[in-house]
């Protein structure tokens, strides 16, 4: 039986939202961008009360696709979640996604949630999705490979590369009958 509540997780730049957004295409199950529950407009940081809530509210339901789970919440999802698909790539493989996306961002002016754009001052600030990269990237490879060897956790799908992420999706649209993108 396939899953019906996913979690896609990995480090900074590894393309979760991507995949999120893929999954959902091939399952029809929806996906939601927590960035969009994390983030207000104008880079404003939402309540985590309220984060909570709203992802309360989503893993509630029957069946959904989050692209991430920040820590102050990630107990809600971890509570129902069938699989997670775990982005565990090397440093230099995300941090160069990361870089190419965030020029483009810049260039392009597309916006990331919640009608936020990438600017100059963000991309220098201490808060920088740059710097944020490097302070979280132990911590949430670390958290991956704990939960790929955890006999008692949700089964996690541990990905090493985005030519293994392919393969894994080409295999899940070959169970679901459907096409990939």
Same mark, same amino acid.
């Given at each position: 039986?396939?899953? +019906?509540?996913?979690m896609v %997780?990995?480090?900074t730049?590894? !393309?979760?939202?991507?995949l999120a /957004?893929r999954?959902?295409?091939?399952?029809?199950i929806p996906w939601?961008?927590?960035?969009?529950?994390?983030w207000?407009p104008?880079? !404003?940081s939402?309540?985590?009360?309220?984060?909570r809530?709203? *992802?309360?509210a989503?893993?509630?339901q029957?069946?959904? *696709?989050?692209?991430?789970? %920040?820590?102050a919440? &990630?107990d809600l999802?971890?509570s129902?979640?069938e699989?997670?698909?775990?982005?565990d %790539?090397?440093r230099?493989?995300?941090?160069?996604? &990361?870089?190419?996306r965030?020029?483009r @961002? &810049?260039?392009t +002016?597309?916006e990331?949630?919640?009608?936020?754009?990438e600017g100059?001052?963000? *991309?220098?600030?201490?808060?920088?999705i740059?710097?944020w990269?490097? +302070?979280?990237f132990?911590?949430?490879?670390? @958290?991956?490979?704990?939960?790929a060897?955890d006999?008692?956790?949700p089964?996690?799908?541990?990905?090493r590369?985005?030519?293994a992420?392919e +393969?894994?999706?080409?295999?899940?649209a /070959? /169970?679901? !009958?459907?096409?990939?993108?």
């Amino acid at each position: 039986m396939q899953p +019906r509540r996913i979690m896609v %997780y990995g480090v900074t730049g590894s !393309g979760k939202s991507t995949l999120a /957004a893929r999954i959902s295409e091939v399952t029809g199950i929806p996906w939601t961008s927590v960035d969009d529950i994390g983030w207000l407009p104008g880079w !404003g940081s939402r309540p985590q009360g309220e984060q909570r809530a709203l *992802i309360e509210a989503i893993v509630g339901q029957d069946e959904w *696709i989050l692209d991430s789970a %920040y820590g102050a919440w &990630l107990d809600l999802p971890m509570s129902r979640v069938e699989v997670i698909i775990a982005l565990d %790539y090397p440093r230099l493989t995300s941090l160069t996604r &990361l870089i190419r996306r965030t020029a483009r @961002r &810049l260039i392009t +002016r597309e916006e990331v949630c919640n009608g936020n754009v990438e600017g100059w001052r963000e *991309i220098f600030s201490r808060d920088s999705i740059l710097v944020w990269h490097f +302070r979280s990237f132990k911590r949430k490879r670390t @958290r991956i490979r704990q939960w790929a060897m955890d006999p008692d956790g949700p089964p996690a799908v541990h990905l090493r590369s985005p030519r293994a992420t392919e +393969r894994w999706l080409e295999s899940l649209a /070959a /169970a679901t !009958g459907a096409a990939t993108s």
